[in-house]
C-alpha cells in the first residue's frame, strides 16, 4: 500500500517537472510547481506513516497504542505554506511580465 | 554570551518595525535602519570571542540534549560561521548606507523590509545547526531574493526573478526530499546527530539518494557551474546597492552550506576531485562568458561565478592551506566585487545606461568611483599588494601541491580576469567622453572608499586576517568529528 | 603565514607599487618628438578611440565555437535552464551511483 503511495508520488513530482520543462506559457509553469509541491507533501507523509496506527493527536482520557510519527506532519505544514508563498509570488510576477509584455510566453513576442 | 538568535530576531524586529517608524516620520527611516544594521553588526562582532572557543551550541528553548534524546533545534556558532555572519552584518550596513540616494524616498520603506528580511535569512542559514531549519531559512532568503531582483520592475528584472524562482523552488523542492529521506534514515534533524548515525550505518542506497538531492539542491544556491544559470541575470537586474548584498550573503547561503553538510553529514573530508573538476569548470565558463559582455553588471556576476570556481577548487584540495586559501579567497572576493558592484552602480545611475561601450571618459567626473574600480580590478585580478594577491597566492601555492596543472589553469583565469577589466574599464572611465555627470553623492562613494581601504589594508597585511579570522575558520570547517562530539556533549553521559 | 610561503612584507610590496606608479607618471609626462602623440588617457577631444567590443577580436574569432555554445547556453529560457539541471542530476547521480558501487569513500 505504501509502495503503490510512494509511485504516486513520484508520478506527482514527475508530472510537475515535466511541465516545468516543457510548457511555454507562464502560468502552466506556475500550475507545474504547485503539483510539484503536493507531490513532495504527499511523500512526506506517506514516509512518517507507520501500519494501522492513528493520528498523532493525544486526547485526554484515551489510551494511545500506537502513533503516527508527527514530524514529518509538522514538516508537510511548514512545506505547504513555503508552496503557498511560491505560487502566490509566481502569480504576481507573472502578473507583472503580462503588463510588460501583453503575452503570458515566456519568451515574449518576438524572440 | 548572547544568544546567536538574537542577531537574527533583532533583524526580523527591524523589517517589521522600519514600516511603523515610517509611517510616524518619513525622515526617520533611513537613520532607524542605519541604526539596526548598526546594532546587528556589533551584535554579531561580539559573538567573537565565543566562536574562537570551538563549536558552540545554543539550542532554542533550552532543550539541551539529555542521555540518549535529542529534541531541540540548535544553531552552532564556530569560527566559519562567525566569519560568514560577520560579512552578512557588514554588508547589511554598507547597502543600507548606499541605498540612502539611489531608493530615494517613496518606496525606500519596503526595500529595507526586504533588506532585512534577506539578513535575517541569510544569517538563519549560516548560524543553524538542524536541517530543516536551514530548509527554512534558505527558502525564506529566496523569497526576498525574488523581490530584490525584481525591484525595478522592468521586464527584464521580472523576466530574471522569475527565472530564479522557478530554479529556486525546485531546487529546495530538491533539497526538501533529501532531508525527509534523511530523517527517515536516521530519525533525526539535527546535523550533528545525523552525522553521527549515518556514521554508524555507513553509506547505504538511501542516503546515496539524500546525498545528490542535497548536492543539486544546494548547489543551485551555490551557483556553480552548469547550475549557475540564475545568477548573472538575476544580480545585474537588481538595484545596486542589493546585488552587492546579494553577493556578500550568497557565499553563506550557498558555499558553506555545501561544505558544512557534505564535510559533517555525509563526512567526506580530503581531497574531493568532483568539487576539483567544478571548480575548474566553473573558473573557465565564468570568464570565457565575462568576456563578451557588454552589460556592466552581467560581466560582474559572471566574474563572481569564476572566482567561486576558484574557491570551489581550493576547498576541493582537501588540505589545511587549499581550505585557507578558498575562506580568504571568500573574504577577500566579497569585499572587491561588493566594491565592484557598489562602483557600476554608480556610473549606472549617473549616466543612466548599462552598457559600457555607450559609456566614456568618466574617470574626468568620477574620481572616486574611478579609483575604486581600479583597486576593485587590480584586486580581482590578483595584483600585489591587494587582498586579491593575497587570496589567490595561496590558492596557487595549494594547486600547486597538488598538481601543477591546476596552478596554469587558475593563473591562465586570471590572466583572463585582467584582461576582461582593462577592457571594461577603458569602456567605462577612460577614452573620449560624451556626457558631463557629477560624482554620486558621498552615501555611496563612503562605502566604497571604506571597502577599498579594507581592500588595501588586508593586501598588505594579510597575516592579520589570516591568524584571527581564516586559520579558525578552516581548522573547524575541517574537522567533523569535532563538531559532531561537541554538539552532542550532553548525549553520551 | 604568508611568511611561510613565500616573501611578504607590506613595507616592500607597496614601495614596489609606487615606485611602478612613478615610472609610469614620469613616462606620461614626457615631451614629446614631432613625430609622437601625447598619451591621451581620458577627455573630450580626441577624433577617434577603438571600440571597447573590438578589444578581443582576434581572441573571440578563434574561439567562437566555444564562445557561441557559451551563449546558447545562456539562453535565459526557463525551460532550458531547468533541462540541464536534470541533466546535471542525472550525470551527478551516475557519479555518485559508480563511487558508491566501487567503494570509493571520497567524491
Given at each position: 500500500m505504501s509502495n503503490l503511495l510512494f509511485v504516486l508520488c513520484a508520478a506527482l513530482i514527475g508530472a510537475g517537472i515535466m511541465g516545468v520543462l516543457v510548457k511555454k506559457n507562464m502560468l502552466k509553469i506556475i500550475i507545474a510547481l504547485s503539483v510539484i509541491d503536493s507531490g513532495v507533501n504527499m511523500f512526506i507523509i506517506t514516509r512518517g506513516y507507520v501500519d494501522s496506527c492513528t493520528a498523532p493527536i493525544l486526547e485526554s482520557g484515551k489510551s494511545f497504542s500506537c502513533l503516527v510519527d508527527p514530524i514529518p506532519q509538522a514538516l508537510t505544514l511548514t512545506s505547504i505554506v513555503i508552496g503557498a508563498s511560491v505560487t502566490a509570488l509566481a502569480l504576481s510576477l507573472a502578473i507583472g511580465l503580462y503588463k510588460n509584455r501583453g503575452t503570458l510566453s515566456i519568451k515574449g513576442i518576438e524572440k | 554570551m548572547i544568544p546567536p538568535i538574537i542577531p537574527i530576531g533583532l533583524y526580523l524586529f527591524a523589517a517589521f518595525v522600519t514600516p511603523v517608524v515610517g509611517r510616524i516620520n518619513r525622515n526617520a527611516r533611513w537613520p532607524f535602519a542605519l541604526l539596526m544594521s548598526l546594532l546587528s553588526f556589533v551584535l554579531i562582532a561580539s559573538l567573537y570571542s565565543d566562536a574562537q572557543a570551538g563549536y558552540t551550541p545554543y539550542w532554542l528553548g533550552n532543550w539541551v540534549p539529555v542521555v540518549g534524546t535529542l529534541m531541540g533545534i540548535g544553531l552552532v556558532l564556530d569560527p566559519v560561521a562567525w566569519l560568514f555572519g560577520i560579512l552578512i552584518g557588514l554588508f547589511s550596513v554598507l547597502c543600507i548606507m548606499y541605498s540612502k540616494e539611489e531608493?530615494?524616498?517613496?518606496?525606500a520603506t519596503r526595500y529595507y523590509s526586504l533588506v532585512f528580511l534577506a539578513c535575517a535569512g541569510s544569517l538563519g542559514v549560516v548560524f543553524t545547526g538542524d536541517l530543516f531549519n536551514l530548509f527554512v531559512f534558505l527558502e525564506l532568503f529566496n523569497f526576498v531574493c525574488v523581490g530584490l531582483v525584481a525591484y525595478n520592475g522592468n521586464e527584464r528584472s521580472l523576466n530574471a526573478s522569475f527565472n530564479f524562482l522557478v530554479l529556486a523552488s525546485l531546487a529546495t523542492t530538491f533539497l526538501l526530499v533529501g532531508i525527509i529521506i534523511l530523517y527517515s534514515v536516521t530519525g533525526t534533524l539535527n546535523i550533528a546527530h545525523i552525522a553521527y548515525k549515518l556514521g554508524a550505518l555507513g553509506l547505504e542506497p538511501a542516503s546515496l539518494v539524500a546525498l545528490v538531492l542535497i548536492f543539486i539542491g544546494i548547489g543551485v544556491k551555490t551557483s556553480f557551474f552548469p547550475l549557475h544559470t540564475w545568477m548573472p541575470e538575476a544580480y545585474s537586474s537588481a538595484p545596486h546597492g542589493a546585488s552587492m548584498l546579494l553577493i556578500g550573503m550568497k557565499y553563506g547561503t550557498g558555499l558553506y552550506a555545501l561544505l558544512r553538510i557534505l564535510s559533517?553529514?555525509?563526512?567526506?573530508?580530503?581531497?574531493?576531485w568532483l568539487l576539483i573538476l567544478i571548480g575548474v569548470v566553473t573558473m573557465l565558463g565564468g570568464v570565457l562568458m565575462a568576456?563578451?559582455?557588454?552589460?556592466f553588471k552581467r560581466m560582474l556576476s559572471y566574474h563572481a561565478i569564476s572566482q567561486l570556481g576558484y574557491m570551489i577548487l581550493a576547498a576541493g584540495l582537501g588540505t589545511m592551506l587549499g581550505m585557507t586559501g578558498s575562506l580568504f579567497h571568500v573574504l577577500n572576493h566579497v569585499l572587491y566585487k561588493g566594491m565592484l558592484f557598489l562602483a557600476a552602480g554608480a556610473v549606472i545611475w549617473r549616466t543612466g545606461e548599462t552598457d559600457v561601450n555607450k559609456m566614456g571618459g568618466l574617470a574626468k567626473y568620477m574620481p572616486l568611483t574611478a579609483l575604486a574600480y581600479a583597486v576593485g580590478a587590480l584586486s580581482i585580478s590578483g595584483v600585489p599588494p591587494f587582498n586579491g594577491f593575497a587570496s589567490k597566492w595561496i590558492i596557487y601555492n595549494a594547486t600547486f601541491q597538488v598538481n601543477p596543472l591546476l596552478t596554469a589553469i587558475a593563473l591562465l583565469v586570471s590572466a583572463l580576469t585582467l584582461a576582461s577589466f582593462l577592457k571594461v574599464f577603458h569602456a567605462v572611465f577612460l577614452g573620449k567622453g560624451n556626457n558631463v555627470v557629477k560624482e554620486v553623492p558621498a552615501t555611496m562613494t563612503g562605502p566604497m572608499m571604506l571597502l577599498a581601504l579594507l581592500c588595501i589594508l588586508l593586501g598588505l597585511f594579510p597575516d592579520i586576517a589570516l591568524q584571527y579570522a581564516i586559520e579558525p575558520a578552516a581548522k573547524a570547517l575541517m574537522n567533523p568529528g569535532a563538531y559532531i562530539s561537541s554538539v552532542l556533549a550532553g548525549m553520551f553521559g | 603565514m604568508m611568511r611561510d610561503i613565500g616573501y611578504w612584507d607590506a613595507l616592500v610590496w607597496s614601495s614596489l607599487f609606487i615606485l611602478a606608479l612613478l615610472i609610469a607618471y614620469l613616462l606620461l609626462r614626457r615631451k614629446k618628438t614631432e613625430r609622437e602623440a601625447d598619451a591621451f588617457l581620458c577627455g573630450e577631444s580626441f577624433e577617434y578611440t577603438t571600440p571597447?567590443?573590438?578589444?578581443f577580436f582576434g581572441f573571440e574569432k578563434t574561439l567562437s565555437r566555444i564562445f557561441g555554445g557559451n551563449e546558447r547556453f545562456h539562453s535565459n529560457i526557463i525551460n532550458e535552464y531547468v533541462a540541464w539541471l536534470l541533466v546535471f542530476a542525472a550525470l551527478s547521480s551516475l557519479v555518485f551511483i559508480a563511487m558508491y558501487l566501487l567503494g570509493v569513500k571520497a567524491i
Open positions: - | 531608493i530615494g524616498d517613496a518606496h559533517v553529514v555525509f563526512g567526506f573530508v580530503g581531497t574531493s568576456m563578451v559582455q557588454s552589460d | 571597447p567590443n573590438d578589444f
